[in-house]
């Protein structure tokens, strides 16, 4: 009987070392295989972006790279900061570029047909989305560059622009929201790196889409 009883105790050890080695093997493959974006700096893209933006946005991957940049040209008086986190064939980013174009004239040129769009603004800031493009978006936001001495009331402007590109984790409104927070958070980060020169808070996020 006791040796009954030993093999049935030996058996059921194996089976709970098998089941533990199993969810090791499981949780390993997880961390190793599919943690990827995590292991980005919280604030990807020299600070520009939550790295949570990226998370929900892309499917999960092994690796995951990151990039943020400020280009200048002192003699066109202008800035360009991009952005993007990328996992093997997907990618969500942006750049945020400063202009002339006022509010009028670029909301215009993005679309002709106004019920195509989805329009929303705080404190003078003011963002764009297509309806049947979910995702793409885009923000404007008023600023003079810090090297320009003429008149700051002529259109100046910084818009950021952003998208993903290939398979995404989220989908539909979900998706839309993403990249419009991804374009706003690139927008105000833009704005301080590129010295914009006019005073500005930002609020901590723009309306939310589906609250429009």
Known sequence: MDTVQN???????????????VACAVLGYVEIFT?????LPEKPCAGAVDRELAVRALPSARKAKERGKLTT???LETFTFS??????ES???GEASS???????WQEYKSSEPEERITFSSDGIHGLTMRDRPDTAWVYVPCTP??????????????????????????????RQIVVDFAYELARHAYEVGECQEPREF??????IGSL
């Open 7 to 21: 093999t049935w105790r030996k058996r059921l050890l194996g089976a709970g070392i098998a089941g533990v080695t």
């Open 35 to 39: 943690k990827g974006i995590e292991r």
């Open 73 to 75: 040209s002192s003699a």
């Open 83 to 88: 952005c993007y986190v990328q996992t093997n």
């Open 91 to 93: 990618m969500v980013s």
């Open 99 to 105: 202009g002339s174009a006022t509010l009028e004239s």
């Open 146 to 175: 810090p090297r320009h001495v003429g008149d700051r009331h002529k259109g100046h402007s910084l818009i950021a622009e952003a998208r993903t590109i290939g398979e995404t984790r989220a989908e539909g409104e979900e998706l």
């Open 203 to 208: 609020p901590g996020e723009l309306p939310r």
